[in-house]
Nanobody, 128 residues
Framework: QVQLVESGGGLVQAGGSLRLSCAAS????????MGWFRQAPGKEREFVGA????????RYADSAKGRFTISRANAENTVYLQMNSLKAEDTAVYYC?????????????????????WGQGTQVAVSS
């Protein structure tokens, strides 16, 4: 399995921006579809968005559309989550996840059971 380490979280005011990074190691990064999820206190883990192995396609949860952008740099074994116009309700621990599956149906990529490897998470706190 690929090992994943997130970074870039922190405290930001509402309306601000953050860029999260997820560094992968141990396997060929370009073999993996990557997803971002988040979990707020007392809530279930929820899908944020995902990107295909090549980076050619992305899909997002409605809560992320228009504000968040996922990209990847396969040469650097890293996937990014750029978050703009942050809101208090974006406060959560953010996780990246990896899967070798090429299935990019929304029902699949939005399901946390569809991922094989997970990072430890990075905390994002948005103050209102």
């Amino acid at each position: 399995q690929v090992q994943l380490v997130e970074s870039g979280g922190g405290l930001v005011q509402a309306g601000g921006s953050l860029r999260l990074s997820c560094a992968a190691s141990g396997q060929t990064f370009s073999d993996y579809r990557m997803g971002w999820f988040r979990q707020a206190p007392g809530k279930e883990r929820e899908f944020v968005g995902a990107i295909t192995q090549s980076g050619g396609k992305t899909r997002y949860a409605d809560s992320a559309k228009g504000r968040f952008t996922i990209s990847r740099a396969n040469a650097e074994n890293t996937v990014y989550l750029q978050m703009n116009s942050l809101k208090a309700e974006d406060t959560a621990v953010y996780y990246c996840a990896a899967s070798v599956s090429i299935n990019f149906d929304f029902d699949v990529i939005s399901n946390y059971d569809a991922y094989d490897s997970w990072g430890q998470g990075t905390q994002v706190a948005v103050s209102s």
